[in-house]
């Protein structure tokens, strides 16, 4: 994959030879596509390794994030089936401490 670097003032400067189209993100973008016709793209940049593993990390930690709280809203839906009244008596200050997580382990465990 190439990766360009271009100027906002080129782009801007470049659009004016089009007076005629609106001016709205749709018309822009196929202004900054038609830009690289012209061959006036001056420099090509290549991503650096340490940005491309940072870039892989920082997906993984979101997907992580996003797997977690699906797995606490889960976690959630089913101590409510299970236990109705648990929920509104608010026994547990944090719903995912060692306590809470023990004492709900062990009821699911043996219910």
């Given at each position: 994959?190439?990766?360009?670097?271009?100027?906002a003032k080129?782009?801007?400067?470049?659009?004016?030879?089009?007076?005629?189209?609106?001016?709205?993100?749709?018309?822009?973008?196929?202004?900054?596509?038609?830009?690289?016709?012209?061959?006036?793209?001056?420099?090509?940049?290549?991503?650096?390794e340490k940005?491309?593993?940072?870039?892989?990390?920082?997906?993984?930690?979101?997907?992580?994030?996003?797997?977690?709280?699906?797995?606490?809203?889960?976690?959630?839906?089913?101590?409510?089936?299970?236990?109705?009244?648990?929920?509104?008596?608010?026994?547990?200050?944090?719903?995912?401490?060692?306590?809470?997580?023990?004492?709900?382990?062990?009821?699911?465990?043996?219910?």
């Amino acid at each position: 994959m190439k990766v360009f670097v271009l100027n906002a003032k080129q782009i801007k400067a470049f659009k004016e030879s089009y007076p005629e189209l609106p001016k709205n993100d749709n018309i822009n973008t196929l202004v900054i596509a038609d830009y690289p016709r012209f061959g006036r793209i001056s420099k090509e940049v290549n991503p650096d390794e340490k940005y491309i593993a940072l870039r892989n990390l920082t997906r993984a930690r979101f997907q992580v994030a996003q797997n977690l709280s699906r797995e606490k809203t889960r976690f959630l839906d089913t101590l409510f089936y299970k236990f109705s009244s648990l929920d509104s008596s608010k026994i547990f200050s944090d719903t995912f401490g060692a306590t809470s997580y023990c004492c709900n382990y062990r009821l699911l465990l043996y219910r």
